[in-house]
Structures are given as structure tokens and as C-alpha cells.
């Protein structure tokens, strides 16, 4: 749309402010013509300054008939969108992300049919703008997550960030929203604010730069600020480039964890006079798991060197060397399958606590296993209390001879029925119980596991309730809190335990 303005019998082309605007509303006939006297009246008013001269507005296409313009605009759009002066209308988003959701929604209907009539060039267009909008979005959600992480939002309702933020994504995967977590975190740190700026300007994924941020929270512990931040430029320049893969980038963040290593940041201080970060070799310690796939899961040991003796006792010691068979044969076990074997068995020694009764239920293997209720006999498979873990009934039986080992039937529905021997007042049998039932915190939104959770009684004991099953719940020490402040209620049907916020 243009607009027209005569001058001595010319009429020059000016472009319209309404085309800079966002579509308005519909409008009544009467609204359409009281608008057009306005216009009709404002262009008589440019007409007659052109014919006079007025600062020079007279000379089409002149450095002043367009600032003349622009200011007009920039007037309209200010009064649209902003009519307190507080910057934007806070609506502006919502709205924006209203019309883009509309306009995907209608290029993701389309079906095979109708791309199948797209020109090559108009597919390879299409996916490489496709990517770019994820991309988009990507910035938008971590954006959003840095002031849901500075306001407190998640912790208001007792979760952590990740699980806030998959409760409103739910396609959102646990590694997704763990780099989303420890980005946000990263960015909380001096040393993460150009690794928070390439993620807000869209030169790095999510996924590479959380694979530094973890990296540089595990590595900050060791580093003074200014170490930290040389380290945060390098990790973060290769997140940035397109021609670092990701399996390279990897190799750059382990180059940082060697480096450091070597550079030996113990100078032989007394641990008690030391001000500075701790020594590289204790602040890198940790140990992480790491499914491998169908039935094997990896766990990985970075021990500093001082406790390695204690490995290697296990690991080259007394219970990894060969045994032979009882015929005389060779062990059959190779040297990894031996040193697992030992460490294990040190696992299980301390689970079992020989020679005293368990220290604690939370220190026990707990098993699942569906029972015939008429013969008492185990059917089917056992399931481990972290969950993902199955066995035969068989290789359960065997694991009653390693430690502590509870026997739980189960009811149509999964819910807890014969506990064995257990006591009133959430006793261990009771604890271990509701660990097979509710697995976590049954708070909405919740993954704490259960081994970190406290028993809740539905009807509080000071209201004369009874410590049973069906009235029990497991709850995270935060959410318990939450429960007691805001006097929640909930019902358990089964295996489901259901709260009424």
C-alpha cells in the first residue's frame, strides 16, 4: 500500500507506516471512516508544508523528507507497542510466539502429497530454514530458562530445573534438559558469560555447549578466576566452530582435564593453611554411570592418585587372581572379568555388613519379585528398586545369600501385600515396602529417588493415624516440608499415589 502527495501538480509514492505495523483488529465501518478524515487531514497538512518548503520536506527521496518519515514511524510503532514506555508490551511475546506456532502448525500439516511437489531447491531450502527456526527456538528456551532459574520459579514449587522444565517440554529428554541445566548454571559463573552469549546468538547447540559447561563446573573447583575463564574462552571457541565435531570437541575438553592435571596446582601447601582451590587430583574425583544398552551399564572411576593403592588392592590384589576349578582346570574368568568380580565382592561385603545387623534399610539390594499368592512360589522376573535392572526369579534366589533381601507379594495392582516381618512406626520393612510401591518422591513432578525420600503419613500420627501401607508415602525432605506447610491430602489406589493440589 502507498500513499500519494501532490506538490505542483506531482504526485510523489511514499511508503505506508500501517505495512511496518502488525495486522490490527477488524474495525467497524464508522472506526474506517473516522480514520480516513484523520488521514485525509494529515496529508493535507504534508501537502501544504511541501508546497511551502517546511525544512526542506519539499525535495522527494531529500535526507529530511525521510527522517521525517522514519519518525513517524517510529512514533506509531512506540504508541502500538509500548503505550506504558516500559520498553515492549509484555503480550508482544506471547503473541509472536501465538503466530509462529500458527504458521508451523500449518507447514508441519503438510503431507506427502503436497511435498512431493516441491521443487529440489525448495526441499533443500526448506530444511535449512527448518534449522534455523530450532535453532531459535533452542535460544528462546534457554533464554527462558535463565529467568525461570533467577527468579526461583522451580524451586517455588519444590523442583529442580530440569524437571520444571520437562514438566512444560514434555518431548524434552533428560540429556536435553541436563545440558539446558548445567548451561543456566555455567552462566551463573564469571567465566560462563561468553559460553551464555554464544548459546543466546545461536553459535553453539545446547548439547555442545552443555558438554563444556559440565565439563568447566567439574573444572572450576581447581582453578582460580583467572584460570577458570582462560579455560571457559578455550572450551567455549571449540563449541563454536563448525569445523570442530563433536567428537573433537570432547578430545578439547579432556585436553583441559590433562592439562590441568600437569600443571600440578598442589605447591605443596598444608591442606589446613591452603586459600586457594583445592588440588586438581581431589577436585576431579568422581565417579559416573553410563548405560551401554540392552543389560550392561559402564561406570567410570577418576580416582585422585593417593587413594589409587586402595583400588589396586582390589583390583591386583588376593580377590582378583585366578582360582582354579575344582578338576584343576584353569580359571576361565579373563583379567577384567576377575577384577570385577572383586570389586563386587567388597560391594557386597559392605552391603551385607557381616557380623551385625544392617546399619541402615537405604544400605540394602532390594529385589522385586511377583509370588503365586496360593503356593508362595516366585513367578516371572525380579526388578531392582532403581527400576531398569530385571532378573530371573533364579538369579533373585541367589542374591538372598549375598545380604539383606525382603521378600515382597504383590497384589493385582502392584501394591505392596505380604511384607514379611516389619514393625509399626515405618519400620525398614515398612521403608523397603514403599520404596517397591512409589520407587521416588510421589510429589507431582518429582524424580528424587526414594533411597533420599522420608516416609509421610497421609494422616499425620498427631491426628491419631496409623502407620500402614496404604497410608504411607514416600516424600523428598523438600516436598515433605511442602505437604505439612500447605496441609495436601492425597489418595493411594494400588500403586498410585495421587495428591490433591
Known sequence: MSIRSSRAGVEEEFFDPGDRLPAADPVTVAQAAAAEAVAAEQLALLNAAAADGVDGVDVPGSPAAEAAWADIVATLEADLLDPGRLGWAPEVLSSCL?????????????????????????????????????????RLTYALAVQVHARGLHTGVGLSLVDWVRARCPF??????????????????????????AVREGRTSLARAGRVARVMLRLRRALDPDQAEAYAQIATGAACSTKISDADLGKVCTRLLTDLL??????????????????????????????????MVRYTVDAPVEDAPMFDGILFGPLA?????????????DAGQRQYDAVKTVVSRGLANPGAPASSARASVILTVKADPRTGRPTGTAESATGGTW????????????????????????????LGRTQRLASPGQFKALLVRDKHCT???????????????????????????????????????????????????????????
Open 262 to 295: 600437569d600443571e600440578d596446582p598442589d605447591r605443596g601447601e598444608d591442606p589446613d593453611d591452603r586459600t586457594g582451590p583445592e588440588p586438581a587430583r581431589q577436585a576431579l574425583r568422581c565417579v559416573t554411570r553410563t548405560p551401554l544398552g540392552e543389560g
Open 443 to 501: 510429589y507431582p513432578g518429582c524424580t528424587i529417588p526414594g533411597t533420599w525420600c522420608e516416609v509421610h503419613h497421609l494422616i499425620w500420627w498427631c491426628r491419631h493415624g496409623d502407620t500402614d501401607i496404604v497410608l504411607l508415602v514416600l516424600l523428598c525432605p523438600r516436598h515433605h516440608t511442602v505437604v505439612h506447610t500447605e496441609d495436601l491430602m492425597a489418595t493411594v489406589v494400588g500403586d498410585v499415589v495421587t495428591w490433591h493440589l
Open 98 to 138: 501465538s503466530q509462529a506456532g500458527t504458521a508451523l502448525d500449518v507447514a508441519t500439516g503438510l503431507e506427502d502429497g503436497d511435498l512431493t511437489r516441491l521443487m529440489d531447491e525448495a526441499v533443500r531450502d526448506a530444511v535449512q530454514e527448518a534449522g534455523r527456526l530450532s535453532t531459535r527456538t533452542e
Open 391 to 418: 532378573f530371573t526369579s533364579t538369579a533373585a534366589g541367589r542374591y538372598a545369600c549375598m545380604g539383606d533381601l525382603t521378600p515382597v507379594v504383590l497384589g493385582e495392582m502392584g501394591e505392596p501385600l505380604d
Open 321 to 333: 587372581t585366578p582360582v582354579p576349578r575344582p578338576e584343576g582346570e584353569k580359571d576361565s574368568r
Open 172 to 197: 524434552m529428554s533428560l540429556q536435553q534438559g541436563s545440558a539446558l541445566k548445567q548451561v543456566v548454571e555455567a552462566g551463573t559463573h564469571h567465566w560462563g558469560a561468553p559460553l551464555d552469549r
